[in-house]
Structure formats: structure tokens, C-alpha cells
């Protein structure tokens, strides 16, 4: 492992690519080889064009506390450091800027496994034993979960090096809890390719993920840091670290059969909404276009089987 960090260090410095670059070279899985074909077809600009397709069935695994065992990879893209808005801070990622559109923002795609027809099934399903693509006996609670648990992962992720900071600290702090007052919305939806998707949208309590360096040591490859950087002092400025947020969003879910190598898709994006420093109210998924971005993105991705 120490060997691959420093080859990763020597990367950068002769080719001046970034740690996502270095990132994606190193972790990046090709799901081609797995039966699976998906590609983002449209990457606003203000987010990474290439997307991080990453094993996560262990990070599901423990986040959870070991009660989710699936098979699963994840791909996404967030918000990078390319400024396309006026008025965003400089030198510090779109993720991580409280003037950005992209601001707590992600796209991505969850890939569960229809691996031996037991824990995708388990997962996923209302009824394992019921068909695998009824969109019925899609488990709602469970593809709710995996933007939850994803959120818990990134607030874990920027708590590295938290002298004296456990599992049982995140167990105690974290939430994510469905606004009152908003009900989810629930329907069917058809993407580009007129293959319809079951669709939640709602909105829910939860925390940031803004780490606090002063009592925090981001590891440059052993933490989201290397997606989304550090935070400056103009964003501690606008906003404190672990602040409170509302992540607003929508999940599309569907079964693809493709034999041996069949899996389910969940779809996943968000906004959010927040509080500055100065009691001013934000909400990129009401008050920016961010909404129609991911629906773009959604409408114009590419996800089937690979034929054999």
C-alpha cells in the first residue's frame, strides 16, 4: 500500500493531474467487465466530468453497523473546482462552497448485485422470493437507505483524525430524518429510453459533511478530501463545520435482468438547503436550476446490460 501512495504522489508531480485523477486511476472499476454498461453521457460544467465508479459493498457493510450485505459499486460525480457561477469562492471545491449551486450536491448511481439471488434479493426486494423485477416488490425503505448511509460514510470520512472521535459519536450524531411537513413523493417515471423507473423524491434532516481542520487531519487519499478538498476560511466564514442541512432529492430505481449478470440501478441526486453565519437561507434545489440539471443528467445516462 505504501508503494501505490507514493507512485500516486509521483503521478501527481510529473503529470500534474489531481487527486481524483489519481483517485479514479487507482480505485476506479470497470463495470464493463462485470456485464454492467453505464455511462454519464451529460457532466454539468462545476461537477467532475469523469465519475468515480467505486466498489462499495465493505463501506455499505460497516457503515451500517454490518446489517447491509450486498454486493455494490457506486458510481458519482460532485461538485469540482471549476467555477461556472458568480460570486463562488476561490480555491475551494463546488461541494464545499456555500455559493454554489453544487454545494452538498451529488449524482450518482448505485449497482446491488442479483448476485447468487440471496442478498441483492434480501436488499432490495419486499419479498425475496417474488420477482426480481416487479417494481412492487421494490423495497422502498432499502432504496432509501443507500443516499443515508452514503451521507453517514462522507460525515465519517471528515471526521479522520478526530482525536477521540468513534463510531458511537456518529451513531449518537448522525440523523437523517424526513422533513415534517414534506411527504415523499412516490410515482413511475420513464427515462430517455421510454423504460420506466420508480421514483422517491423528499427532503431530510441530516449534517453536513464540512470538516472542522482544526481538530480534523484529512488524509489526501484516505478521505473524501480527495474528491472534494479542504475548506477555506471564507467558507468557515459563511458556514460552521458540520453544519445543519436539508438534503432535498430523488432516487429512480429498476431492475435490470441481464442473466448472470443481472443487477438493480438506483439513481440518486440532491440539493440542499442551509443556514449562513449570517441567518441567511439557501436552497439549491428550489432557487437554482439544479433540479433540471440532474434531470438532464438522468434522462441522458446510459445504463444497460453488456451483451456476451
Given at each position: 500500500?505504501?508503494?501505490?501512495?507514493?507512485?500516486?504522489?509521483?503521478?501527481?508531480?510529473?503529470?500534474?493531474?489531481?487527486?481524483?485523477?489519481?483517485?479514479?486511476?487507482?480505485?476506479?472499476?470497470?463495470?464493463?467487465?462485470?456485464?454492467?454498461?453505464?455511462?454519464?453521457?451529460?457532466?454539468?460544467?462545476?461537477?467532475?466530468?469523469?465519475?468515480?465508479?467505486?466498489?462499495?459493498?465493505?463501506?455499505?457493510?460497516?457503515?451500517?453497523?454490518?446489517?447491509?450485505?450486498?454486493?455494490?459499486?457506486?458510481?458519482?460525480?460532485?461538485?469540482?473546482?471549476?467555477?461556472?457561477?458568480?460570486?463562488?469562492?476561490?480555491?475551494?471545491?463546488?461541494?464545499?462552497?456555500?455559493?454554489?449551486?453544487?454545494?452538498?450536491?451529488?449524482?450518482?448511481?448505485?449497482?446491488?448485485?442479483?448476485?447468487?439471488?440471496?442478498?441483492?434479493?434480501?436488499?432490495?426486494?419486499?419479498?425475496?422470493?417474488?420477482?426480481?423485477?416487479?417494481?412492487?416488490?421494490?423495497?422502498?425503505?432499502?432504496?432509501?437507505?443507500?443516499?443515508?448511509?452514503?451521507?453517514?460514510?462522507?460525515?465519517?470520512?471528515?471526521?479522520?483524525?478526530?482525536?477521540?472521535?468513534?463510531?458511537?459519536?456518529?451513531?449518537k450524531e448522525f440523523h437523517f430524518t424526513p422533513c415534517g411537513g414534506r411527504p415523499l413523493e412516490r410515482g413511475i417515471v420513464k427515462d430517455g429510453r421510454g423504460r420506466a423507473w420508480r421514483t422517491i423524491t423528499g427532503s431530510f434532516d441530516t449534517i453536513a459533511a464540512l470538516t472542522d481542520t482544526s481538530k480534523t487531519s484529512m488524509g489526501i487519499f484516505s478521505t473524501i478530501r480527495n474528491y472534494v478538498g479542504l475548506p477555506s476560511a471564507a467558507v468557515y466564514e459563511s458556514v460552521t463545520p458540520w453544519h445543519p442541512v436539508?438534503?432535498?432529492?430523488?432516487?429512480?430505481?429498476?431492475?435490470?435482468?441481464?442473466?448472470?449478470?443481472?443487477?438493480?440501478?438506483?439513481?440518486?441526486?440532491?440539493?440542499?438547503?442551509?443556514?449562513?453565519?449570517?441567518?441567511?437561507?439557501?436552497?439549491?434545489?428550489?432557487?437554482?436550476?439544479?433540479?433540471?440539471?440532474?434531470?438532464?443528467?438522468?434522462?441522458?445516462?446510459?445504463?444497460?446490460?453488456?451483451?456476451?
Amino acid at each position: 500500500m505504501r508503494g501505490r501512495i507514493w507512485i500516486c504522489v509521483a503521478m501527481i508531480a510529473a503529470i500534474s493531474c489531481s487527486a481524483a485523477d489519481v483517485t479514479r486511476a487507482v480505485k476506479n472499476v470497470n463495470l464493463e467487465r462485470k456485464g454492467i454498461h453505464l455511462r454519464l453521457r451529460y457532466v454539468p460544467e462545476g461537477m467532475h466530468r469523469e465519475p468515480f465508479v467505486i466498489q462499495f459493498s465493505e463501506y455499505l457493510h460497516k457503515i451500517s453497523g454490518g446489517k447491509v450485505m450486498v454486493h455494490a459499486y457506486n458510481v458519482y460525480t460532485v461538485g469540482d473546482f471549476r467555477k461556472v457561477e458568480a460570486d463562488t469562492l476561490p480555491g475551494v471545491s463546488n461541494f464545499l462552497d456555500p455559493n454554489s449551486k453544487f454545494k452538498d450536491a451529488w449524482f450518482g448511481v448505485y449497482i446491488i448485485l442479483d448476485d447468487d439471488r440471496t442478498y441483492g434479493r434480501r436488499f432490495m426486494l419486499r419479498d425475496p422470493r417474488g420477482k426480481p423485477d416487479a417494481r412492487e416488490n421494490l423495497n422502498d425503505d432499502a432504496v432509501l437507505l443507500l443516499p443515508a448511509l452514503d451521507q453517514k460514510i462522507i460525515v465519517w470520512s471528515s471526521h479522520h483524525g478526530h482525536k477521540g472521535y468513534t463510531m458511537d459519536n456518529l451513531n449518537k450524531e448522525f440523523h437523517f430524518t424526513p422533513c415534517g411537513g414534506r411527504p415523499l413523493e412516490r410515482g413511475i417515471v420513464k427515462d430517455g429510453r421510454g423504460r420506466a423507473w420508480r421514483t422517491i423524491t423528499g427532503s431530510f434532516d441530516t449534517i453536513a459533511a464540512l470538516t472542522d481542520t482544526s481538530k480534523t487531519s484529512m488524509g489526501i487519499f484516505s478521505t473524501i478530501r480527495n474528491y472534494v478538498g479542504l475548506p477555506s476560511a471564507a467558507v468557515y466564514e459563511s458556514v460552521t463545520p458540520w453544519h445543519p442541512v436539508v438534503i432535498s432529492g430523488r432516487v429512480w430505481a429498476r431492475y435490470f435482468p441481464c442473466g448472470a449478470d443481472a443487477f438493480w440501478a438506483v439513481v440518486y441526486c440532491n440539493g440542499s438547503s442551509f443556514t449562513t453565519r449570517k441567518g441567511e437561507q439557501r436552497d439549491t434545489w428550489t432557487r437554482t436550476d439544479l433540479k433540471s440539471i440532474f434531470e438532464k443528467m438522468f434522462n441522458e445516462l446510459e445504463i444497460d446490460c453488456v451483451e456476451r
